[in-house]
C-alpha cells in the first residue's frame, strides 16, 4: 500500500499539491472572481444548508478548468491508486461557508 492510500484509510483524506499549470491559474483565476462574487450573469450563490452557499445552477457549467484542473493534476489516476478501482465524477461543487 503506497504513502497515499495509507494516509487516506487511516485519515480520512489525503493531500495533494496542484503544479501551478496554466490550467491551474485559470482555475484559480475562476475561484477567485467566484469568491469576490464577480458571477457570470447566469449564476448565483444559494443557501442549501445552514452557514454555507452554493454555487447556481451548476459549477461545472460555469467554466472549464473546474474540471480540466482534475484532469490536469491526475485525480483520476491518483483516485485509482488508492481505491484500486475507476471511478466517475458525480457531482462538482463550489461551495462558500462562514461563520454565523
Given amino acids: 500500500m503506497d504513502d497515499v492510500a495509507t494516509q487516506q484509510y487511516f ?5 495533494h499539491q496542484f503544479e501551478k ?3 491551474f491559474k ?3 483565476k475562476i475561484l477567485e472572481d467566484i469568491n ?3 458571477l457570470k450573469e447566469e449564476f448565483q ?10 454555487l447556481r445552477p451548476k459549477a461545472y457549467e460555469y467554466d472549464d478548468s473546474i474540471i480540466d ?7 483520476p489516476e491518483i483516485l ?3 481505491v484500486a478501482h475507476d471511478l466517475y465524477l458525480h457531482h462538482v461543487q463550489i461551495r462558500k461557508f462562514y461563520k454565523n
Avoid at 443557501?47 to 452554493?54: A, N, Q, R, S, V
Fill in 80 to 82: 485509482r491508486s488508492i
Fill in 69 to 75: 484542473v482534475l484532469i490536469d493534476a491526475k485525480v
Fill in 45 to 54: 450563490f444559494i443557501e442549501k444548508y445552514p452557514f454555507t452557499k452554493d
Fill in 36 to 38: 469576490n462574487n464577480d
Fill in 26 to 28: 485559470r482555475y484559480y
Fill in 21 to 23: 499549470t496554466e490550467t
Fill in 11 to 15: 485519515e480520512g483524506y489525503s493531500i
